[in-house]
T-cell receptor, first 117, second 111 residues
Framework: AQTVTQSQPEMSVQEAETVTLSCTYD???????LFWYKQPPSRQMILVIR??????QNATENRFSVNFQKAAKSFSLKISDSQLGDAAMYFC??????????????FGTGTRLQVTL | DAEITQSPRHKITETGRQVTLACHQT?????MFWYRQDLGHGLRLIHY???????NKGEVSDGYSVSRSNTEDLPLTLESAASSQTSVYFC??????????FGSGTRLTVV
């Protein structure tokens, strides 16, 4: 079974600075998807960024980018120019591309990000 | 606009009672899921369905059941609520090969 590990329960960053959230995963599969979700105090789960394992290029969405290291099974999220609205719980998640189990997401335990002035 | 809705948003129930949490989506997605969120555990899969009449157990399915009689709905039933089932419950849906759309969650307290 796949597992996702987020080793940083809490992180703090100053406004306008850059922060990196770590995620590692364990899988024997070669084709899969990785995601970062943001959960603000409203409790809504918001997709931040998605990476396909077969793509070597790291995904980027505005101030959010990932460092995907397939051999190391590492998938970190970098937030640049941090804003107060980035304060939230962040979850890393894995999904197989195998059609038999394609849709199940496996989540890490989350990292709570605090943004300070 | 298509959406996924959960109800109620908050619920308090007594130990031993049967409780049903509703999930309704208008995306016409085949795949639907129930997760529970607990501090230190992230989101854990309870049950899921890949289509009408299809249901499957997730990693924490004991004490829960689901049924899928149409595409839009996947209600989650707690047969006999226990304090260990106090949690936030999320419903999600997806089309095969795409990302998830989540509901806004139900906070359930069992007293």
């Amino acid at each position: 079974a796949q597992t996702v590990t987020q080793s940083q329960p809490e992180m703090s960053v100053q406004e306008a600075e850059t922060v990196t959230l770590s995620c590692t995963y364990d899988t024997s599969e070669s084709d899969y998807y990785l995601f970062w979700y943001k959960q603000p105090p409203s409790r809504q789960m918001i997709l931040v960024i998605r990476q396909e394992a077969y793509k070597q290029q790291n995904a980027t969405e505005n101030r959010f980018s990932v460092n995907f290291q397939k051999a190391a099974k590492s998938f970190s999220l970098k937030i640049s120019d941090s804003q107060l609205g980035d304060a939230a719980m962040y979850f890393c998640a894995y999904r197989s591309a195998n059609t038999g189990t394609a849709s199940k997401l496996t989540f890490g335990t989350g990292t709570r990000l605090q943004v300070t002035l | 606009d298509a959406e996924i809705t959960q109800s109620p948003r908050h619920k308090i129930t007594e130990t031993g009672r049967q409780v049903t949490l509703a999930c309704h989506q208008t995306w016409n997605h085949n795949n639907m899921f129930w997760y529970r969120q607990d501090l230190g555990h992230g989101l854990r899969l309870i049950h899921y369905s890949y289509g009408v009449q299809d249901t499957n157990k997730g990693e924490v399915s004991d004490g829960y059941s689901v049924s899928r009689s149409n595409t839009e709905d996947l209600p989650l039933t707690l047969e006999s609520a226990a304090s260990s089932q106090t949690s936030v419950y999320f419903c999600a849906s997806s089309a095969t090969g795409y990302g998830y759309t989540f509901g806004s969650g139900t906070r359930l307290t069992v007293v």
